[in-house]
């Protein structure tokens, strides 16, 4: 992890940049030479990583980039550059393994390679999404009890005893509190006390986060979540976090967001930029692992059609080719519950970035992570059976079948259309804490039309 | 000496091409003909709807949006002296204060609708990230603002959103501004409980909201 004190100095004491400057100028204009230096392209038709020569390109020009613009702090408006050294000595640390949670439910995640055979692990969940209070714990039992997630990914609690949550007020430090201890008892009641969570998702402040932490709530072995900003930026919130998980010895995961289109531009330059990013998280969260979302279109929202699947596959086999780092990914279909486009979207989305290397896979979280009580465990039995199923085939295989796969709704999530689907409260009993029948003979049938285009499922 | 329709032409193909001295070369020389300066801003805005169409289908990225829009800026400004002498009105569709609220950083999504409602002619106030509901009703007042606009990606910054209406009710000025709203968390059902006048979902529907509010 990098030195907080240095990069507090070299903060206040660099050169001023106007943000503005930063965004529209000095950042794309090194991404496109960049992406025309080293030839990196993007092809719609090769979705799964096939050229490793490009794949390491994409890292050469991440670390070009690192190394040209630096870092922008939003709190001081300069940049922190650092040096070649600096950073080749902080990536060797990384350990490419790690533990997470307690007890039986303890697990350890070791790096997985492009077109490792291994399966990855998966963490059902929410992502972030929100969830009615009255609902939060049983939506995460929910999750618990399906055998093969890991661990779970927590969801914002959208209200408290009635309240709207406010950013920077009280209730903003209760609720953070409050996912953690309901999510830890949708977990003790599935029998899995010991698994690890990734949080906080209910409070964007670093004092509402810290307050996560806690008798009952987040322990030192769940995953802390540390956001970098967009666009090769941080501030001091974000390092206020860094000094709280690395002062209290816990364990931590380094996100970021992107959205294609924006200050990265397209997919070729997002992905150079996302690897840029993965180093950074790395190195100023003290993070084995990075996570991303997809990057999302920011006219449809969407972010499980060609292009975002691509910028993330080739994202995680550039970091797996080249660091020791963990790398972890949001699933966010467009659809919701209960629809076979949520499930299709999952597949082809999943079975990417699998084929790309990835090791922990969160959710999947419909319609994008937006609806209210959208979320719960069989988006995550999904998941994590296509990404056994996905391990298995070669990545040309996979390319195919994800390619094919696409067509069949890229047109809806590019339109905007996709199928609302069914809440939590829609699709489980919710006394029982089981799917609907409805529910599971649709994902039946899936994997029978999956197993049809060549995907081998193990259950 | 170009003719006024080559110098049009000239104006339009810089913007759309990004190109900031190409376009200043054509507003000074449609300055130095005396030509009536609404026709080239008219003209212009052409060509940032062209650049505002080719964001849409991702043939364009946000830095070239942010970068035609202050080229139009550049050229307003040039050619707003030589209005007023002429006791012409602004060609602007009207003023937008727009900011991402109070508790928020993530104000990508506000810069694109910025950028897209710059693009489409109206002036805009930008006041950042993470704008206190204070500061932002406040400019809506000092610029005698039209709309005002607020973003919020999280549940737990979008309560901050209807505070606008509250606080706009609150000092006697709800009549003179219209609100509109957008954020990944929000929905047109979430901004009719609030009292706002509009939802976007995206920048597309961001100005086409606010022409429709400016009409009535």
């Known amino acids: ?61 991440a670390m070009d980039l690192l190394l040209d613009v630096g870092i922008y702090n939003i709190s001081t408006s300069s940049v922190v550059k650092l040096e070649e050294s600096e950073i080749k000595a902080q990536l060797k640390l990384l350990p490419g393994e790690k533990t997470y949670g307690v007890g039986n439910e303890k697990v350890h ?27 939060y714990a049983k939506v995460m039992e929910s999750c618990a009890r399906e055998p093969l997630t890991a661990g779970i ?67 030192p072995e769940d995953m802390h979540l540390l956001c970098l900003l967009n666009d ?31 200050y990265t531009g397209g997919p070729a330059t997002t992905a150079i930029a996302n690897v840029a990013e993965g ?26 059609s060609a292009a975002p699947t691509f910028v993330s596959a080739h994202t995680g086999a550039a970091l797996k080719r080249n660091t020791k780092g963990l790398y972890s990914n949001y699933v966010f279909p467009s659809a919701g519950m209960c629809t076979d486009m949520m499930i299709d979207e999952t597949a082809v989305y999943v079975s990417a970035i699998t084929a790309g290397g990835i090791d922990i896979l969160f959710g999947a979280a419909g319609t994008c992570g937006t609806g209210l009580d959208a979320y719960a465990g069989m988006p995550g039995r999904i998941t994590a059976e296509i990404g056994r199923a996905a391990a298995k085939m070669s990545l040309a295989d996979m390319n195919e079948f994800c390619v094919e796969l696409e067509k069949t709704y890229a047109d809806v999530v590019k339109a905007g259309n996709a199928p609302k689907g069914k809440t939590f409260q829609e699709c489980y009993d919710v006394k029982t804490v ?26 | 000496m170009s003719s006024e329709n080559e110098i049009l032409q000239k104006a339009y193909d810089s913007i759309v091409a990004i190109d900031e001295d190409g376009t200043a070369e054509a507003v000074k020389e449609w300055i130095d003909a005396d030509l009536d300066p609404i026709t080239l801003l008219n003209k212009l805005a052409d060509g940032m709807t062209e650049v505002g169409s080719r964001f849409e289908t991702m043939e364009y990225y946000l830095p070239q949006v942010m970068i035609a829009a202050d080229i139009m800026d550049t050229s307003s400004n040039a050619l ?28 990508l999504g506000k810069n694109i609708v910025a950028g897209m409602l710059r693009a489409a002619a109206f002036k805009v106030v930008d006041m950042g990230r993470d704008v206190p509901v204070t500061t932002l009703v406040q400019a809506a007042i000092d610029n005698k603002a039209d709309i005002v606009a607020g973003s919020a990606l999280m549940s737990t910054t979008m309560p901050y959103l209807g505070d606008i209406v509250k606080m706009l009710e609150g000092r006697g000025v709800r009549e003179n501004h219209k609100v509109m709203v957008g954020g990944a968390p929000l929905s047109q059902e979430y901004a009719d409980n609030i009292g706002a006048d509009a939802y976007a979902a995206n920048s597309h529907q961001a100005v086409e909201a606010a022409k429709k509010l400016i009409s009535k």
């Open chain 1, 1 to 61: 992890m990098l030195d907080i004190f240095d990069l507090y100095q070299k903060s206040i004491e660099a050169d001023k940049i106007e943000e503005k400057n930063f965004d529209n100028r000095i950042l794309p204009k090194k991404l496109n030479e960049l992406a025309k230096e080293y030839d990196i392209t993007y092809r719609p038709d090769e979705i799964v990583p096939q050229d490793m020569d490009m794949v390491d390109s994409i890292y050469k020009a």
């Open chain 1, 279 to 304: 180093l950074v998280a790395y190195m100023l969260f003290g993070a084995a692992s990075y996570s991303i979302c997809p990057p999302f279109n920011p006219m449809s929202g969407e972010g499980s």
């Open chain 1, 153 to 219: 990914h927590c969801g914002t609690v959208a209200t408290l005893h009635g309240m709207e949550m406010k950013a920077r007020s009280p209730i903003e430090m209760l609720g953070a509190r409050a996912e953690a201890v309901w999510t830890r008892e949708g977990m003790r009641m599935a029998g899995r006390p010991g698994m690890p969570m990734v949080g906080i998702m209910s409070s964007v402040t670093s004092e509402g986060q810290i307050f996560g932490d806690g008798p009952g709530a987040m322990r």
């Open chain 1, 232 to 262: 090769m930026k941080f501030d001091w919130d974000a390092l206020k976090k860094a000094v709280n998980t690395s002062q209290n010895s816990l364990t931590v995961d380094g996100c970021m967001c992107p959205i294609m289109g924006g």
């Open chain 1, 434 to 459: 089981k799917p609907s029948k409805e529910y599971e003979d649709l994902w039946a049938k899936s994997k029978a039309k999956f197993t049809d285009m060549g995907l081998e499922f193990e259950f």
């Open chain 1, 109 to 135: 995640v070791v790096q997985r390679e492009v077109g490792d055979k291994r399966a990855p692990t998966t963490f059902a969940g929410a992502n972030g999404g929100a969830i009615s209070e009255e609902y």
């Open chain 2, 80 to 107: 707003s002296e030589k209005m007023a002498a002429a006791g012409e009105t602004s060609a602007m569709k009207g003023t937008v204060v727009i900011g991402t609220i109070e508790g928020d950083i993530h104000d």
